[in-house]
């Protein structure tokens, strides 16, 4: 019975798991965005280079840190500590799993050399831009690709 349950509660987050389109720079950041969303951390982490998603969770999570003083000493080892990792992701899919959806409009891909491209789009009407670096999976999130280069 609990094994049957436990199967079935697999089988719907899969089927809700948000699709990761990394064909185009644009297809990225919506589906970094769907990701955000829904909360879904396995696909965020897919859109993103390890280092940009580490720096994404950590920020999301200094939120909740502020308010649990035990969570804070939690945080402090998501980088030495898997389970402290794990505790920190759970946390961060939660909270935004509870917050409002937000939808956003692609208004224009920016080269920005060779495998480098900044994306400028509208959240909720404000301007924003994200960096993207490409790689054998496709384009990803790279926080590092707006830096200068020479």
Do not use: C
């Not at 094994?3 to 089988?11: A, E, G, V």
């Not at 644009?26 to 390890?50: K, R």
């Not at 898997?82 to 224009?108: C, M, Y």
Request: proline fraction near 1%; glycine fraction near 4%; hydrophobic fraction near 40%.
């Amino acid at each position: 019975m609990f094994r049957t349950f436990i199967l079935s509660l697999l089988l719907a987050s899969i089927s809700l798991a948000s699709k990761v389109d990394l064909h185009t720079p644009s297809t990225a950041v919506q589906s970094y965005y769907d990701a955000i969303n829904e909360g879904d951390m396995n696909a965020l982490s897919q859109v993103m280079l390890q280092d940009s998603y580490d720096k994404d969770v950590q920020i999301y999570a200094l939120s909740i840190a502020f308010k649990d003083k035990g969570f804070h000493k939690v945080l402090g080892r998501y980088n030495s500590s898997e389970d402290a990792k794990k505790t920190v992701i759970l946390a961060v899919q939660e909270k935004l799993k509870q917050r409002k959806q937000r939808t956003i409009i692609i208004n224009k891909e920016i080269s920005l050399g060779k495998d480098r491209v900044m994306v400028r789009f509208s959240e909720e009407s404000k301007q924003k831009q994200l960096y993207l670096s490409y790689h054998a999976q496709g384009w990803k999130i790279d926080y590092l690709a707006g830096r200068k280069t020479d």
